[in-house]
Structure formats: C-alpha cells, structure tokens
C-alpha cells in the first residue's frame, strides 16, 4: 500500500505567529500527540498541512462527526464473494505506514469513539485492533494531532480528562490585524487597503461571538469576502455574501454586523 | 326631484350612481339644521381632496358617526380636521378614524369621540411631515381602551399629543393592553390614573416600552454597540412622563446607557437612525473618555464648551478607526438648530464646524474654535485638549455677553448626550439636581432589574399591582396532602414535618390567550430537540446496510446464498442505536408575586414567559407520547405551600389553554417543599430517566423566613435529595441574566438564564444533551 495519495506535493502557505512550529516540531520529535485548540477558520488545519509538508509525512485527515464509530476509524470487515474481508479505516492506515493523522473537530465524535485513540497516545503506541484480535504497533513515524474548537458547544461537547491530558497542546487563535491582513492579501490577492478594512470588520464581528453569535467571522471568511472583491463584487456586498449571510439568521445580529460594516468602510 | 336638489348645492350629481354613501349622507344631515348650514359650507373643499371613491367611504364614516350619535360637533370636528388634513393623511385614512371615532362614540360617548378628533391633528405632526400609516394605528388603542374603559379614554387622549406621538403604536397599544390587564378587576379611577399617566406602573411601562420602539430594537442596538466597542452595554430606556418639557438626551449613568425617546423635531430619516448615532457617540466616549472632568469652579458655560471640544475629540478618534461613522453622524449636524441668535447658536455650531473640519466657517469664533482643534489633531489622544480649547474660546464668549442658561440648555446635535456623565461635580447648588436625578435614576432602575433584591418585592409598585390579583388556579387552602421536612442549613438538621404541602383544585378561567402565541418557528425546533433526544436504553440493530461490525447471523445467510449462486442480501451489518424513548418529566412552574414583574427590555411578565416555554415543551412532549405533568406551586408561609396540577401524568393530551391562563402570580416561592413533592411523584415513575424541569424567574422567598440563604440551602439540599433518588434536576430561569441562587441550587451546569422565548431551543437542547451523557 502506497501513501502517496496522501503526501503533500507543494508548500502549503502558513503564516507563522508564533512558536507554534517549533512546538510542533518538537513534539513530532518526541512522537508526541499533539491537540491544536481553536476557533473554526483560524489555521488549525493549515498548519497541520504545512507542518507535514515540512516534515516529509503523509497526513490522513478525518473530520469528525457525530455518527462516527470506532469502526470507522480502525477498520471493518466488508464481506465479498469469497467470504469477509478486513479493510484498514484512516486511522489503522496512518498507523501502519508511518502517517501523520489528524483527526479534526474530535469533540464532534462519540465519547466511545475517541478512546480507541487511548493505547496510540501512551508509551505503548499500539492499536489494537479488536476484531481481529491483533494489535497493530504504530511506524516509527506515526503521529497523532487533533484538533478541537473550545469555544464551539463547549458546554455540551468536551472531551474527557483522560483523553485531553495525553496531549501537548498549541493554542491558536485568530491573528493579529496586521498579520491577518497580510493573510487576506497573499490567500486573496487583494490590496492591502481593502484587507485591513475587512479586518476591522472581522474584530467588529467577533466582539459579537458568545453575545448573539457563536463565533465571529473567521480567518477563512475574511479571505472568501476578499476573493469576491478581488472577482469585481463591490465591498459591501461582498461583505454580505461573505460574512454577513453565513454567520447568522438572526435580523438583530444582522442588524448589528451591517452596522459594524457601514462603520468600517469608507 | 333632481339629485342636485336633493342633495344640496355641494353635490355634483354622478351619472354613475357611485356616490350612494354621499347622498345618503346629505339626507342625514340636512334635516339637521344648524349642522347643515356648516356643512354645506365645508363640503365642496372636502370633495375636492378626492378620489370619489375615498370620498365614498369618509362619507359612509361620517354617515356612521351621525348614527352613533356623536352629535353635531364630533361631526363638523370630523369635517373640520379633514380639511386640515385630508391632502396629507387621504382620505381613506380619515374614512378610517371616522369609523374609530363612531366605535369609541358608542362605547364611550360624544365627548371622548369629539376629543378623540380633535387632537389627531397634533398626533400626525412630527418634524412638519405627516406621517400616515400608523395613525390609524394609533386610533385603534384609542378604541381597544374604549371598549374595555369608557371612562379612561379622556385620560388618555389627554397625554395622546405628547406619549402618543413619541411611541409606536405597537408600543402604544402594548401599554394599553398592560393598563387594561393591570386595572382589570380595579376600579374606574384607578384605570383613568394608568391612562393619565398617574401612576408609577403606568409609568414604568411607558418607560420600559420606551417609545419607538425601543424596546423592540433593544436587542439589535445592543449587538451593534457591542460590534463596534466590545463593550457589553446596558442600556435602558430614560424615565420620561411625556409632559411638556422637551425631550432629554441620553444620559450615561456609570454602566447604564439611558435612552430618551426620538426627539420628535428630526425628520423621519433621522429619526430612524436616532438610536444607532445616540449609541454610537456614547461608546465614543467609553472608548476615549479616560476619566471624568472634574466640574470644581467651572462655570455651566465652561461646562458646556469643554464637553463639546470633548464629543468633537472622541468622535474624531472614533471616525479614525471607524470611517463609515461619519455617515451616521454626519446628517444629524446637518439637520442641528445652528442659528438661533443666542450663546446655544453659537456653540452649536462650533460643534459643527468640530465635526466637519475641512469647512471654514464665516463666524470669527468658530472659525477660532476650529483652527485650535485643527492644530491639534496630531495629539487627538490626549485628554487635556477639551480643557485648553474651552479657555482659549471661552473668554472670547464670556466678552460677548451672550447670556447662557444652563437650565434650558439642550446639546446639539441630539444624538450626543447630556454629558452629565462626563463630569464629577462637587455639591454645589447649580448643576447637581440633574446630576443627582441621574444617579437616582440608575440606582432605581438597577433595583428594579434585580431579581435577587428581597427588598424589591416591598416595592409599593408591585403591591399596587398585586391587589387585582386573584388567582383562578389557586383555591385558599386547600386539602392538605402531605407535610414535608425542611432543611436548616444554620441548624444543620433537618426540620422534621414542618411545611404542609396543600392542593390546590384547578378552577376555570376566562381568559385563553393572555400570552403571545410563541412562534411558529421557536415551536418547530423545540420539538425537534425533544425528538432527537437520546434518551432511552440503547438497541441493537440487525441486519443494516451499514454499521461497526457484520451480523453474523445475516453474514452467514449471505455466504451460503451466494454458494448457492443466490443474490445475497447486501444487509449484513449490525450496530448500536438508542431507540426507545423512556421518559417521564414534571414542569414545575413558580408561580409566585414576584413573577408578576416585567422580563426586562419586554412588555410581557415573567409568569407569561414561562407558561409559554412550559407549553411549548409540554406540546412538544405531548407529541411524541413522552410522559409528564405540569405543576405550578406557590407558598404563603409554612403552612400553606400549594400546587396545582396543570396536566396530570395520566392525562394524555395537551391541556386546554384556559387551564394555563387561570394561572395568575401570587405570594410567595418556597421552593424546597414544591421539589420533595415533585420527586415523591417522579420517583414512582418507572421511566429510564426521570426529568424534573423548574421554571422560576429566581430567588426562593417567603413571608416567614427572614434569613435569605436559608430557603436557597433548603432548595439545595432538596436538589440533591432528588439527585439520589435517580431524578435530574434542572432549572430554567427566566427573566433574569443570571440568579447566583439559581446556580448554587441546581449547580452552574444545570441552571439555564432564558431571557428571550426565542433563546429557550438553544438551552434545551444542552439541559436534553446532559440528559443522554449521564
């Protein structure tokens, strides 16, 4: 089985803000599970991309969700015509061929789920795999990341103490205005006058989250507004297809979010 | 007979026969001597406003006003303000008011009909253009009021020119209804003191719906403060009795943003976007104002000049980072009495020329007051410019002896605020008395908003309100059921037998729809959470297309159909899934005094909230066969703790509504004995889970317990009582941001603050998520 389908061909861009990567790097060092906490549309899995790249591994990405089983992970027997056959899940793969896997929004799985991770995330570093009634010892190269949104149902989606306390954690959070500009630039290609406004409307919005909105507008929505300025969309517009209409139903918070528009722009 | 004779000189006659309501009109009024004269003289300039078809239907108003016997004057008033009128409003909306005024006239008779004409004039007037649509709007409060109250419809036509004018008539009509449904079992003066605007409740709600709706805009206004500052505001509506004093500016009280009414001199346009610049300037100042200036010596002009230089400063600032706030602004200078040929001109207009710099003015002292602004605006930050631009420019106007009263005056434009908030005065007898109202004002207001305040329920507002109060769900004394022990937390022993536990006997009610219908939508995803709720034994589930692991049984079927050369059937998986529901909840609702009072920012009280979100879960249930009964409970003293049961666990359907709208509040929340009740019943129950959900809006009280912690530890302990007996308990708590007693009675985790109906899915769904963890 070859992983090429899951080698990273060019340098994904990230926009380093801080220590992350060398953290990062540390931690693959030690073959330590990394958990990178944040808001959606901040990076998380940018950097994941980038730091693979860098160091050379093939990354199996899952997004999480909420009817994902264990099987789903590590594997299942599918039956053909000469009787049942096993096939490997994303997770068994990574495993064995010394993969980087990144299991996105993990809270979004069942609890039940996430301990299969467990015996991978200790010195053990082994996946059983139950239905076969062997254990697989992960590649010298394998490493597991997750990712988790704290501030997303935070109170009704958590994960366990004896999950979160296997993990080195990065935090990442949305950028400084100035870099975050400079993100909407090189990701949009827009000018740099036009970035920092929808910047300040981005601050605007996430003054909002927690109070009417669940999160403001992300990294990722700023660059979306931006390339449909850079497509000839004039910039109030744009703002609405791009940040306003997504993020909220709500006429009030609507309401607000064009103000904080109309405030910004010229 | 020709119809030209028939129907007097004024009536062109009308081939078609179009013009039946007119001539019949003529006919009713021409046996009426002294009117007819009148008439006849007004009638051709009436028929000129136009269309007939218009004209068809005011004449067939005012037909219907003579047969109500309104009497000559409501009729020549009719006619006479449709001339005034008539090309501004139309008159198919003066058909309208005439049909109003015929209603009012057979409730309440000529006078009130009469006056209820005569001030429409000064109810259309706002900022010199007429606006339309909503008078009639207007009117039909006038009409709901005299139907219900002939008496009070003087009263209220009497504030109409001034309260009336500064609301809209959705807030109008909502403190209408409130009066109506306060006064309903009062006397007739008391009704005439609500719609006189005589009494603090009346007041209150005036206040509270806050004209224009404020109310309605709240939540909006507060996002966007919130967008553009970061800054969580509060921001109420400001106390104003609609007398004749103009209308105040926004006032800043520590943390509480006081909102007036629209001044009704903008025009339209303005007076839309009133709010959003009021609110914009004040987080200006929250953003740049660092601290108060110290008022001292200073002297009301100075005061005046150094607050201006100071809103130029903040805006500035504000419009550097936030460019597109010009725009709000902007048109507000432009719409600012700037003329009048007094030190208030004058200042205004240095304001002006503060705001847009780049346009030289012709007066030597502003054109002086800007160029010191202007040389300055590399230092815009620093606190100290207000101060040195005031010295600099106040001399020159302390020589031209231009007077300046510092009672009368209003700062210009009226988006910005009084600056009373700007300043720390001393005690000296000039400016303190606004100050100290304010501050009064603020500290009043907080009270009321707090929940957790026992001194709040000695308000005299509430004891005026409560005496109408007689409750229809709650017999006096009824047959005692059980006695229940009662925790001392101070003691640290258990009362043995101490509260009584009485029924009450559920008795019909009039009334059905007191409370709004909630929305259709709210409705939809409650009962959508409820369904999706995973509570219940988990189930597995054979021969599935997918799933964790292969059925054996369907795997092997598949093999030995596929030797056989059979097709097999693809359905060989097996997995997990929560498949019977098993649930039986109790709503308990609290139905004590204190939920009489208003959910802040709304006009609809805290009870009416919670019957709502009870039904709306209790609908919800009833649909998908979960079992549950609805309790509500209320206690005067130990010996006397009722519940009346709303719908029993036997009882299969929804219950009618008017068993809910005979719930009215009452006494006091002994809420410990209500929850051992409630889990005595739940733990019978042999559901899985077993669900009790209390709806309070705060604090347990009652009128024999003086120690206020003592009823929350008794609540608590019952909580945990309950716990142990294989009952989850959770709170919602409506009407209140957060109740400090609420959490430590049900836990941080299980305590939900609803404020808004429309919030209530959202907390559901994490009280239904906690359900399926545990």
């Known amino acids: 089985m070859t992983m090429d389908a899951y080698r990273i061909g060019s340098e994904p861009y990230y926009r380093s803000v801080g220590d992350e990567e060398t953290v990062f790097a540390a931690a693959y060092g030690a073959r330590m599970p990394v958990m990178l906490k944040g808001p959606t549309g901040c990076g998380k899995t940018r950097f994941v991309e980038h730091m693979a790249w860098k160091l050379g591994r093939p990354l199996v990405t899952v997004a999480c969700h909420e009817d994902m089983t264990a099987a789903d992970l590590v594997g299942r027997f599918l039956l053909d015509p000469s009787g049942t056959v096993w096939h490997d899940g994303p997770l068994t793969l990574a495993v064995r061929h010394g993969a980087i896997c990144y299991l996105d929004e993990i809270v979004e799985a069942r609890q039940d789920t996430i301990v299969v991770i467990h015996p991978l995330t200790d010195q053990r570093r082994i996946l059983p795999l139950e239905k076969l009634g062997t254990v697989v010892a992960a590649h010298p190269d394998f490493q597991l990341v997750i990712s988790y949104n704290p501030g997303y149902q935070s109170v009704v989606k958590d994960l366990k103490e004896s999950t979160r306390q296997r993990f080195a954690a990065i935090d990442f959070n949305y950028p400084d205005a100035l870099i975050e500009a400079e993100i909407v630039v090189r990701e949009a290609g827009i000018g740099a006058p036009i970035a920092e406004r929808l910047v300040e409307i981005g601050r605007r919005s996430r003054n909002l989250s927690g109070h009417g909105l669940d999160e403001g507008a992300s990294t990722r929505m700023l660059i979306h507004t931006a390339r449909l300025v850079a497509g000839g969309v004039p910039i109030e517009r744009a703002c609405h297809a791009g940040l306003i209409a997504p993020i909220t139903d709500d006429p009030d918070m609507r309401q607000a979010l064009r103000a904080a528009v109309a405030a910004c722009l010229q | ?774």
Request: hydrophobic letters at 45%; one cysteine or more; charged letters at 25%.
């Open chain 2, 1 to 774: 007979m020709t119809l030209r004779e028939a129907a007097g000189p004024g009536l062109r006659p009308a081939g078609t026969g179009g013009d039946a309501s007119a001539r019949r009109l003529h006919e009713l009024v021409r046996p009426r001597e002294a009117l007819y004269a009148a008439f006849r003289d007004s009638w051709p300039r009436i028929e000129r406003i136009g269309p007939p078809a218009a004209l068809e239907a005011w004449s067939a108003a005012a037909a219907e006003l003579i047969n109500a016997h309104a009497g000559a004057g409501t009729l020549l008033a009719f006619a006479s303000i449709t001339e005034r009128l008539g090309r501004d409003l139309g008159l198919d909306a003066l058909a309208a008011i005439g049909r109003e005024a015929a209603e009012i006239c057979r409730h309440a008779g000529r006078r009130p009909a009469e006056a209820a004409l005569t001030v429409l004039p000064s109810l259309c007037a706002r900022g010199g253009h007429a606006f339309v649509a909503d008078v009639v709007d207007r009117y039909r409060v006038v009409t709901e009021v005299a139907r219900a109250r002939r008496g009070s419809v003087l009263p209220l036509l009497g504030v109409m020119a001034t309260v009336g004018r500064a609301m809209t008539p959705t807030a109008l009509s909502a403190w209408a209804a409130a009066g109506l449904r306060a006064t309903a079992t009062g006397s007739a003066a008391e009704a005439e003191a609500y719609f006189g605007l005589k009494t603090p409740l009346s007041r209150r709600v005036l206040a509270e719906s806050g004209g224009d709706g404020f109310a309605a805009r709240e939540r909006a206004l507060s996002a966007i403060f919130l967008a553009l500052w970061g800054i969580r505001p509060v921001i109420r509506a400001r106390d104003f009795d609609g007398g004749s004093a103009p209308v105040p500016r926004t006032g800043i009280a520590g943390q509480v943003i006081q909102v007036p009414p629209v001044p009704p001199i903008l025009p339209p346009a303005l007076a839309a976007r009133y709010y959003e610049a009021a609110l914009a300037h004040v987080g200006a100042h929250a953003r740049f104002t660092p601290r108060k200036f110290q008022a001292g010596e200073l002297k009301p002009v100075s005061i005046a000049l150094v607050s201006l230089v100071e809103d130029a400063r903040v805006e500035a600032l504000a419009m550097r980072e936030m460019p597109g706030l010009r725009r709000l602004w902007g048109p507000f200078h432009e719409a600012a009495e700037v003329e009048a040929p007094s030190s208030f001109g004058l200042i205004a207009r240095l304001g002006r020329a503060l705001f847009h710099l780049d346009r030289h003015d012709d007066d030597p002292w502003v054109e002086k007051g800007r160029r010191l602004f202007i040389e300055r605006l590399d230092r815009l930050e620093d606190p100290a410019i207000p101060r040195e631009i005031a010295n600099l420019v106040g001399n020159d106007l302390g020589q031209m002896r231009l007077p300046f009263n510092a009672k009368t005056y209003l700062v210009e434009p009226a988006y910005r605020d009084d600056n009373l908030g700007l300043w720390e005065f001393a005690d000296e007898p000039d400016h303190p008395a606004e100050a100290h109202e304010v501050a009064h004002d603020s500290v009043r207001i907080e009270r009321k908003e707090d929940p957790d305040d026992p001194d709040a329920r000695g308000d005299p507002d509430d004891a005026e309100e409560s005496e109408g109060a007689q409750s229809a769900t709650f017999a006096p004394a009824g047959p005692v059921i059980v006695r229940y022990p009662e925790w001392d937390h101070a003691a640290g022993v258990f009362r043995p037998d101490w509260v009584t536990l009485r029924e009450a006997v559920p008795a019909p009610a009039g009334t059905s729809s007191r409370y709004a219908a909630a929305d259709a939508a709210v409705a939809a995803r409650i009962e959508s959470i409820v369904r999706r709720a995973a509570i219940g034994r988990s189930v597995r589930l054979r021969r599935q297309s997918e799933g964790e692991q292969l059925d054996l049984d369907a795997a092997i079927d598949a093999a030995s159909d596929l030797r056989r050369r059979e097709t097999p059937d693809p359905r060989v998986f097996q997995r997990r899934a929560q498949r019977h529901r098993d649930l039986a909840a109790l709503l308990l609702i609290d139905a004590s005094e204190s939920t009489r009072r208003l959910v802040a920012g709304t006009r609809s009280r805290i009870i009416d909230l919670e019957v709502a979100a009870v039904r709306l879960v209790s609908g919800a249930m009833a649909m998908l066969g979960d079992s549950h009964a609805v309790w509500a409970f209320r206690s005067a003293g130990r010996d006397e703790v009722s519940i009346a049961a709303l719908k029993a666990f036997a009882e299969p359907a929804e219950p009618a509504a008017e068993r809910f709208a005979a719930l009215e509040p009452g006494l006091s929340t002994r809420l410990g004995a209500a929850l051992r009740h409630s889990t005595a019943a739940l733990a019978g129950s042999r559901s899985l889970r077993r669900l009790l959900l209390v709806v309070t809006d705060g604090q347990p009280y009652d009128i024999d317990v003086d120690d206020p912690a003592y009823l929350v530890e008794d609540a608590r302990k019952a909580v945990q009582m309950a716990r142990d007996r294989g009952v989850d308990v959770f709170c919602v708590g409506l009407g209140t941001e957060e109740s400090e007693a609420g959490k430590r009675i049900f836990g941080a985790r299980n305590y939900f603050p609803v404020a808004r109906l429309s919030d209530l899915p959202a907390k559901l769904a994490m009280l239904y998520f906690r359900l399926a963890l545990r």
